[in-house]
Nanobody, 123 residues
Framework: QVQPVESGGGSVQTGGSLRLSCALP????????MAWFRQAPGKEREGVAS???????EYADSVKGRFTISRDNTQNTLLLQMNSLKPEDSAEYYC?????????????????WGQGTQVTVSS
């Protein structure tokens, strides 16, 4: 495995929950900054949540209080728990690793990307 692999996307109704998981290569996991991004059709890829090795997290304002990012160090896995989902959360969600700036939500600071997993929230 040489790149992150996301899973857990799907279709839910407004107010539902999904848990995204990202399996990361060991060389991108240890001591690295990681994050979740999303991209809706016709829009730029935006940062959703990031986590630093010390546990510090950052969230986009649009998801604060609804999404939780976490790391499972035993499995080299990055997680994103998404609750109270809204139609505007619909997008392709990407896992990113190898960040060069602590807990950044800017896509320009990440070197390793997964292929994405689709999240669709219907009203």
């Amino acid at each position: 495995q040489v790149q992150p692999v996301e899973s857990g996307g799907g279709s839910v109704q407004t107010g539902g929950s999904l848990r995204l998981s990202c399996a990361l290569p060991a060389f991108t996991y240890s001591g690295n900054y990681m994050a979740w991004f999303r991209q809706a059709p016709g829009k730029e890829r935006e940062g959703v949540a990031s986590v630093c090795p010390n546990g510090r997290t950052e969230y986009a304002d649009s998801v604060k209080g609804r999404f939780t990012i976490s790391r499972d160090n035993t499995q080299n896995t990055l997680l994103l728990q998404m609750n109270s989902l809204k139609p505007e959360d619909s997008a392709e969600y990407y896992c990113a690793a190898g960040g060069t700036v602590a807990c950044s939500l800017s896509r320009f600071y990440y070197n390793f990307w997964g292929q994405g997993t689709q999240v669709t929230v219907s009203s």
